[in-house]
């Protein structure tokens, strides 16, 4: 019973945890470090007569011990909005962001359970970011909250804190190497992430998309990540260190990002202090942010 018990527990307490799963760009927070000058200015200014349609994709496939027991967890989600320049704001830019569809599926030896998120579509809301992509306030996101099956309430502000990629904050050409360093610091009522990133990164160029040149960045990621969640009444405890890539595709005239891909892999362990239980856990993660039609 008890193992039953504790797998429903875990079972349950992922779907909580899959929003804290997002990753700070090149840099949110701290200055570039070793960028030479000269180059590219990349920043972000989206047009103010056009929306652009972004869907995020993620997958995790999480592996778990306990007790000897493989336990094998699958879970899907999916974002799709509209982004457009709600003009100014001082320095930054405000961006008017209406949802589309939001949804998420889970597949794990408890079943299957999830699916669309009807509670936020069609909301519409204004977010403040800097040209480099720093987020500046999500006031207005925070107050659109929904309710996923299994997880409880959740905000918008938890899925758009890192939507937009940071960007170097000085010109860049080609072959530029610089490192980036952030910390993902964020608390709600039933959730603490802490979250050190280490990013190398290195401008490859101009790539052309669908007639539009992109400047391509790419980044190898590391770092630890400490959250703590509650579930049923019980404290949860996930730990480990993580390694990752990430490529950012950004539109340089026009500037907005088209894509960004970043596929990471955590190595550690979760802890239930109210049943003693400590075991380990890997989760493999990929999520695609682009550009559609």
């Given at each position: ?39 590219v200015k990349l920043e972000y200014n989206y047009p103010a ?100 099956e299994g997880s409880g309430e959740g905000a918008m502000n ?39 990133v280490g990013a190398n990164c290195k401008y490859e160029g ?88």
């Open positions: 019973m008890k193992h039953q018990f504790v797998n429903k527990l875990v079972f349950t307490t992922l779907v909580l945890i899959i929003s804290g799963f997002c990753f700070p760009g090149f840099s949110q927070k701290k200055s570039d470090k070793s960028l030479p000058p000269g180059g007569d056009k929306s652009f349609k972004y869907v995020n994709d993620s997958k995790i496939v999480q592996t778990m011990d306990i007790n000897g027991e493989s336990m094998l967890v699958n879970v899907s989600t999916f974002l799709g909005c509209n982004v457009k320049s709600a003009g100014q704001q001082g320095n930054n830019l405000k961006l008017e962001i209406k949802i589309d569809s939001m949804a998420q599926f889970v597949d794990s030896p408890q079943g299957a359970s999830g699916g669309s998120v009807n509670d936020v579509k069609g909301k519409t809301f204004n977010i403040i970011i800097s040209p480099a992509g720093k987020t500046e306030d999500l006031t207005e996101a925070s107050k659109i909250v929904y309710n996923i938890q899925e758009f804190m890192n939507f937009f990629p940071a960007l170097p904050k000085v010109p860049v050409k080609t072959g530029d190497t610089w490192i980036s360093n952030d910390t993902i610091d964020f608390k709600t009522q039933t959730m603490s992430l802490w979250m050190p101009i790539e052309k998309i669908d007639g539009i040149d992109c400047a391509k960045i790419s980044a190898t990621l590391s770092g630890d990540r400490k959250m703590k969640t509650q579930s049923q009444g019980m404290e949860i405890n996930t730990e480990g260190t993580f390694t990752g890539t990430q490529v950012l595709l950004f539109a340089v005239k026009e500037g907005y990002f088209v894509k960004d891909s970043i596929m990471t892999k955590m190595t550690g362990t979760i802890d239930i202090p109210d049943q003693n239980m400590t075991f380990p856990v890997v989760m493999d993660i990929t999520a695609v942010n682009k550009i559609v039609k």
